[in-house]
Structures are given as structure tokens and as C-alpha cells.
């Protein structure tokens, strides 16, 4: 009768044990493939949600990104629904196949040219940059160097890697927010060719007391190598808009298509004086200090379209 009444102590022992354990992992996670997991969660963090599928002491713990999950099933029968938190960095993951944007030098059209950037993410961290550029003071009648009042036309062109600084970027599971977002430092090499039309240039002689006057075109031709740091944000993961300035060296040469008033200039004496104004001050995508300076000075300003 003893043995009778411990072997029923025991069977029920199990029976309540099972019992216990199968409520204990009531839990049940639902994915957003609509796959539902029968677990025991153990913890849930900002980002992750950590579960057992065993009681054991020793069982493995099982981690599941909740960008993954759609829903919560609690054994207690309450239902937690997974939403994506619209401040948060890692919402910007939808858009991180977006690593193309073509963007416009917006205040452009002030300095008498028009100029538009291509941007490619080519891997973590690192992006480049193609840019180019027309020149012509007869685009609209507001340009800062209207002043001129000769017409000038030409291009530019210019590349540059990109380098993300600091933490501009977040980085979890090896990826960014995005890869076209935040701080940034960029060497660029540029080119410039431009030339100015139908300008009259006078020499004079103190000592003869006579001038001469020529017609001329003069042409400008520019090598720079700049260092811009700029900052670069994503407006409704559809936008860019950046800015950014940058110092570096700047040489620039330049040539008359008039030989006769070449000759001149190269026959001068202490005597003779002339007005050449000089032009290679602009040149149109960053400013040079003078004419015998090799300092160069720019500042940009874009907004972008962003692609896959």
C-alpha cells in the first residue's frame, strides 16, 4: 500500500513537472515571414530578443533581431506587436540599398555656372564623387561676376574619395544607417578650362606717350588639389543635403588668342603699362587668393536625388 501511494506521489510529480514546463514555453514569437516560434523568452532588449527552447539549465539561448519579429504571444495571453521606432538610426535599414545620389551645386547659377556631383558608396565607409561643371555668364543675368561684362564659357571637372569621420555613421551587424549620411573629410583634384571673349586690352608707353589696343580672347586653364571637409544629411530617405568647405592649392595659366598682343607683352619695358585685369581669381568652382598666389579657397552647398 506504501509502495502504491509513493509510486502515485511520483507519477503525479512528473505529470505536473511536464505540466509546468510545456506552460513555460508558451511564448511564441511570430516573424514577419509569418514563422512562429514556441519558446521560453528570457530577455528582450532594445534590439534583440533572447529565448530558450529548453528548460535545461545548460540550454542554448537563441538571439533574433526584432526587425525580424512582427509579433509577441505571451504564455499570460497578452499580445506585444513589434513597431519600428521612427527616431531610431536602424529604421534608416530599409534605404541602405539606396548607395547612388545625383546632386546639384544649388547656388551655382550665382556664380555663373551650372555643375552637378555624382556620388557612389563603393564600400564601408568610403565614397566617390565625379563632378562636372559648365561655365557661361550668359546663363542668367544675376551672376556674382556680371561685372565682367564679357562672355565667358568653359568647364571644370573634378573627382575626390569621400572618407566618413568618427561616428557619422552607425555600424551594427556591419551595416550603416546609410551610406551616403554624415561627416566627412574628401581630397578632390579638379580641372578647370574657360575662356573669356572679345576683350580689349590697351598698352601704353609713358615715354612715347602712344597706345595700342587689341581684341583678344584670353583663355584660363586651372589645376587644383583641394581638402574639403563637409557634413551630408538624408531628408525622408529620398534627399541629400550637404555642405562643405575646403582649402588647398590652386595653379592656373593663361594665353591670348591675339599674337600681336602677345609680341607686346613680351617686348614690354619698365616703361609701358597696361590694364589686364585678372581673371584667374574666379575660377568659377573654388576662388584663387591672387593671381601669383596658389592658395585656393571653396564652399559648396548641394541638394541631391538618392538612387539605387
Same mark, same amino acid.
Given at each position: 500500500?506504501?509502495?502504491?501511494?509513493?509510486?502515485?506521489?511520483? @507519477?503525479?510529480?512528473?505529470?505536473f513537472s511536464n505540466t509546468g514546463f510545456a506552460q513555460s514555453l508558451r511564448d511564441t514569437i511570430v516573424t514577419k515571414s509569418n514563422e512562429q516560434i514556441i519558446c521560453k523568452i528570457t530577455k528582450i532588449t532594445d534590439t534583440e530578443i533572447e529565448y530558450k527552447k529548453s528548460m535545461e539549465a545548460d540550454a542554448i539561448v537563441f538571439v533574433i533581431s526584432k526587425d525580424k519579429v512582427r509579433q509577441i504571444r505571451y504564455a499570460d495571453g497578452t499580445v506585444?506587436?513589434?513597431? &519600428?521606432?521612427?527616431?531610431?538610426?536602424?529604421?534608416? +535599414?530599409?534605404?541602405l540599398d539606396k548607395r547612388q545620389a545625383i546632386k546639384f551645386h544649388f547656388f551655382s547659377p550665382f556664380r555663373d555656372y551650372m555643375a552637378f556631383t555624382y556620388e557612389k558608396s563603393i564600400k564601408m565607409g568610403t565614397n566617390i564623387e565625379?563632378?562636372?561643371?559648365?561655365?557661361?555668364?550668359?546663363?542668367?543675368?544675376?551672376?556674382?561676376?556680371? *561685372? $565682367?561684362?564679357?562672355?565667358?564659357?568653359?568647364?571644370?571637372?573634378s573627382s575626390g574619395v569621400k572618407f566618413n569621420l568618427g561616428n557619422s555613421y552607425y555600424m551594427k551587424g556591419m551595416k550603416f544607417s546609410h551610406p551616403l549620411k554624415g561627416?566627412?573629410?574628401?581630397?578632390?583634384? %579638379?580641372?578647370?578650362?574657360?575662356? @573669356? &571673349?572679345?576683350?580689349? $586690352? %590697351?598698352? +601704353?608707353?609713358?615715354? =612715347?606717350?602712344?597706345?595700342?589696343? $587689341? &581684341? =583678344?580672347?584670353?583663355? @584660363?586653364?586651372?589645376?587644383?588639389?583641394? /581638402?574639403? +571637409? *563637409?557634413?551630408?544629411?538624408?531628408?525622408?530617405? =529620398?534627399? %541629400?543635403? *550637404?555642405?562643405?568647405?575646403?582649402?588647398? +592649392?590652386s595653379f592656373a595659366w593663361t594665353a591670348y588668342s591675339?599674337?600681336?598682343?602677345?609680341?607686346? /607683352?613680351?617686348?614690354? %619695358?619698365?616703361?609701358? $603699362?597696361?590694364?589686364?585685369?585678372?581673371?584667374?581669381?574666379?575660377?568659377?568652382?573654388?576662388v584663387r587668393a591672387g593671381e601669383r598666389s596658389a592658395i585656393g579657397f571653396s564652399s559648396t552647398i548641394t541638394l541631391g536625388y538618392i538612387f539605387k
Open positions: 500500500m506504501k509502495k502504491s501511494a509513493v509510486l502515485l506521489l511520483f @507519477v503525479a510529480g512528473i505529470f506585444e506587436v513589434i513597431t &519600428r521606432d521612427e527616431m531610431d538610426m536602424n529604421a534608416e +535599414y530599409e534605404i565625379a563632378t562636372a561643371g559648365i561655365i557661361n555668364s550668359s546663363f542668367f543675368s544675376f551672376g556674382m561676376f556680371d *561685372g $565682367y561684362e564679357h562672355l565667358t564659357q568653359g568647364m571644370f571637372l561627416k566627412y573629410f574628401k581630397p578632390e583634384l %579638379t580641372y578647370t578650362a574657360y575662356s @573669356v &571673349r572679345n576683350m580689349d $586690352y %590697351t598698352i +601704353y608707353d609713358d615715354v =612715347t606717350y602712344n597706345s595700342t589696343t $587689341y &581684341r =583678344t580672347d584670353k583663355s @584660363v586653364n586651372g589645376l587644383a588639389l583641394m /581638402l574639403n +571637409y *563637409g557634413n551630408q544629411y538624408i531628408l525622408g530617405n =529620398t534627399l %541629400t543635403f *550637404g555642405f562643405s568647405v575646403g582649402i588647398g +592649392y591675339n599674337k600681336d598682343l602677345e609680341n607686346a /607683352l613680351n617686348q614690354q %619695358t619698365s616703361n609701358t $603699362y597696361y590694364d589686364l585685369y585678372d581673371y584667374t581669381a574666379n575660377m568659377f568652382n573654388h
